[in-house]
């Protein structure tokens, strides 16, 4: 299985992607948790904001995104560079926003070659800290990227008003 960064022709198969992983993500957390439905409603026209927002990363110096791929896209990667907070002194934080392999390719290791690449890309750009987000019910993920050396950091909570 090969992996490059993505260009602007590999955007239609990103979106593709991007829609299997969060009809099945979405779906699963909300069982999992029944409150996460209102907070994981996409508006009517969600698949084109994404299209605009990886077009958009895709041509911004501090984004980074890979596809992997043989015969078809087996999977993507969406990392990019965030300002912190300014009272901090960690001014950089490269935060990883998508990553999803087709089911079929999972096991593989092409995760864990999406965030080494991610991770050597952000040292080169003179990032040292990097994040990741998941729902808590997501356990699988949960262990992956505690194996990766993520520690849990922050939790965010949220209610109904």
């Given at each position: 299985m090969k992996i490059k960064q993505a260009s602007l022709k590999d955007i239609e198969s990103i979106l593709g992607l991007w829609i299997e992983f969060h009809e099945a993500h979405h779906e699963d957390m909300i069982k999992k948790e029944k409150k996460n439905a209102p907070h994981l409603k996409k508006k009517p026209d969600a698949a084109e904001r994404f299209r605009e927002f990886i077009?958009?990363?895709?041509?911004?110096?501090?984004?980074?995104?890979?596809?992997?791929?043989?015969?078809?896209?087996?999977?993507?990667?969406?990392?990019?560079?965030?300002?912190?907070?300014?009272?901090?002194?960690?001014?950089?934080?490269?935060?990883?926003?998508?990553?999803?392999?087709?089911e079929r390719f999972r096991g593989a290791g092409l995760a864990s070659r999406f965030k080494d690449n991610a991770e050597k890309?952000?040292?080169?750009?003179?990032?040292?800290?990097?994040?990741?987000?998941?729902?808590?019910?997501?356990?699988?993920?949960?262990?992956?990227?505690?194996?990766?050396?993520?520690?849990?950091?922050?939790?965010?909570?949220?209610?109904?008003?």
């Open positions: 077009q958009k990363k895709l041509l911004e110096d501090d984004a980074y995104i890979q596809i992997a791929y043989e015969k078809e896209i087996a999977g993507y990667s969406i990392c990019f560079i965030e300002n912190n907070t300014p009272i901090y002194e960690i001014e950089k934080i490269g935060y990883f926003s998508d990553l999803y392999i087709k890309w952000m040292k080169k750009k003179g990032v040292r800290y990097a994040s990741i987000k998941l729902y808590p019910k997501n356990k699988k993920a949960h262990e992956i990227y505690k194996h990766w050396g993520f520690f849990d950091f922050h939790l965010e909570m949220r209610k109904v008003l």
